[in-house]
């Protein structure tokens, strides 16, 4: 089952031959499942749509869900949670730098790794959530009201069994990281997140918030083998490892600062405000002193490719 549903992936400079190898021994472990489980009550095609339908959803966890687990690796690794390092504390003050939010650095690490986690069990329940949008935008009985939300006119409905998923992924959260910073509302039937549809559409931003960023991160030792980048980095950050750490440190404090809307309620801690956050980050990322960076790893905005 391993072989047969695991993503082959294109990219790290693996040989050709190497990679034709693994798209051989998926397709053989394929044939193998389906000869084995076929039957008169579970045809081939079937027992082959299944295998089609794991590996689809193990080709998004991987561009999905995977990049909030490599910021959650790169928050552990380059930062404390109880002492900052001079120059790279985590700490944010409402009021400066456009934050809502004042947190020090302890209760900031844990704001974005509770943060994070979220995101992380969100992209990997994503399907299900869907399923339970779609039966929440057409279910009967479930009316609707189309109302101006300040950003345009909009279907705003309730969606119970998504609420009810999402109150569940919360509390799993939190049991596994044992306290809560900040709001635990969320948004889902208001003028925030009208309806069912925009909560997935809202989350699916995530990895396109996230990915440029891991990529940048991932990237940037092979990038500095080039000796002209590597003195421009030197010169202006001082060493690779202190320019890997002044991207993440800029955005651990300012894609959660709160901020992103014209008042408390609508960005803050709560649960959507906090990717509001992220957002109105995103947006202000050719005013960032290290944007020069971005641009020599290949980003080209976080609604194109990456």
């Known amino acids: 089952m391993h072989f047969a549903t695991r993503v082959t992936w294109l990219v790290g400079g693996r040989p050709r031959a190497e990679i034709q190898r693994d798209i051989r021994r998926k397709e053989k472990a394929r044939e193998m499942l389906v000869q084995r489980y076929g039957s008169s009550r579970l045809s081939e095609e079937h027992v082959l749509q299944c295998l089609y339908s794991i590996s689809d959803n193990n080709s998004f966890l991987l561009f999905n869900r995977d990049p909030v687990d490599r910021m959650i690796a790169y928050l552990q690794h380059y930062f404390q949670p109880q002492e900052a390092e001079p120059g790279f504390s985590l700490g944010i003050s409402g009021g400066f730098e456009g934050a809502r939010l004042t947190h020090n650095h302890q209760r900031q690490y844990n704001y974005v790794l509770q943060s994070l986690t979220l995101w992380r069990e969100i992209s990997h329940d994503m399907f299900k959530l869907w399923c339970l949008a779609e039966a929440d935008l057409l279910a009967e009985g479930n009316s609707y009201r189309l109302q101006n939300t300040g950003q345009g006119l909009n279907r705003v409905q309730q969606a119970p069994q998504v609420s009810r998923a999402m109150h569940g992924i919360l509390n799993k959260c939190q049991r596994q990281i044992g306290s809560w910073v900040g709001s635990s509302v969320i948004h889902l039937g208001d003028h925030n997140v009208p309806n069912a549809l925009m909560?997935?559409?809202?989350?699916?931003?995530?990895?396109?918030?996230?990915?440029?960023?891991v990529l940048v991160m991932d990237g940037l030792p092979d990038l500095c083998k080039d000796k002209q980048v590597k003195a421009y980095v030197d010169s202006t950050f001082g060493s690779v490892e202190k320019c890997r750490k002044s991207i993440l440190q800029d955005f651990f404090k300012h894609a959660f600062d709160g901020s992103g809307a014209d008042n408390f309620f609508d960005a803050g801690s709560c649960i959507d405000g906090r990717l509001t956050s992220a957002w109105s980050w995103s947006s202000k990322i050719e005013k960032k002193p290290y944007y020069h960076i971005f641009k020599m790893a290949g980003f080209v905005g976080f609604d194109g490719r990456f």
């Open 199 to 213: 909560f997935i559409d809202k989350y699916t931003q995530v990895p396109r918030i996230l990915n440029p960023v």
